[in-house]
């Protein structure tokens, strides 16, 4: 996974330009993730993001092509994933009609016919070999989504296949790509990635943004809600992760719960209404048990009492 250096992405030609172009599309980056983002499109390297589900990995992809125009391939990872589905396979169904074709109109060419059933013709691309081809709009975006979910055969192929950027197919031949594309895996850590495939990627840990960046992404992704309820909303998030919960909420649960509490035409919230929107926030039953009552109020009065003040007045 060299890269190539020097990538004509004129799009960013310093880190604060980064910041500034993902803000454009509602993405709040800090410092630190836009300095890798930078260093990655620069120097031509994979981007590995790890942290928990929901902080906002996969959307850093989704605003990188947004930014840039160029074209996202998603290719979402899952256990038993193999080259069939990552790179390629054939059009079996297409292949039999041309067969049944030839076969009725007494076709005997045998080497002809079967040069045409492995042609570009009867190819189906999948995402890998999708991202090699040439684009006019540039070099795409490849995005390897929940790398932690396959297998480590999977990640010995992956290595091969990216270190060149570069697939074989035996009935054409080696297809490389004409620029590399930019790659961003993530992993969500539910197994440790090799190390192998890590070093060769640039690496950030995305972790849970403090108040005043969450807020920042409330405002910019709910634009619609009321101030107060927003200061309100991730101050109880916040709150919330610091209980001991099955699966904490990420900044994408935020972003929902903000939404519900808008389309409920909420001011302000209550312990009613945090018991009866609670699915939005967290989806394990156990984590919503412990959270009704008494619970509620107690996290919400703490969340209240540390909310940072606003505009020089108490919040």
Known sequence: ??????????EFSSIDEVQ?????????CGRALATVLYLSVRL???LFLEGEAGVGKTEIAKALAAVTGRRLIRLQCFEGLDAASAVYEWNFAAQMVAIRTAEVSGQADRQGLQAELFSREYLIERPLLQAMQPDAAGAPILLIDEIDRTDEPF????LEALSDYQVTIPELGPIKAPEPPMVILTSNRTREVH???KRRCLYHWVDYPDFDRELDILNARVPDAAT?????????VQALRTEDLF??????ETIDWANCLLALDVVTLSPEVIADTLGAILKYQ?????????????????ARASLPEQEGRPA
């Open 1 to 10: 996974m060299a890269g190539e250096k020097g990538r004509d992405w004129p």
């Open 20 to 28: 500034s172009a993902l803000s454009q599309v509602g993405y709040v």
């Open 44 to 46: 031509g390297r994979p």
């Open 155 to 158: 990640e010995a192929f992956l």
């Open 195 to 197: 190390d192998a495939l």
């Open 228 to 236: 107060a309820l927003s200061r309100e909303v991730v101050a109880y």
């Open 247 to 252: 699966k904490k909420p990420g900044v994408a």
């Open 286 to 302: 156990d984590d919503i048990a412990r959270l009704q009552g008494s619970e509620a109020k107690r996290i919400l009065d703490a």
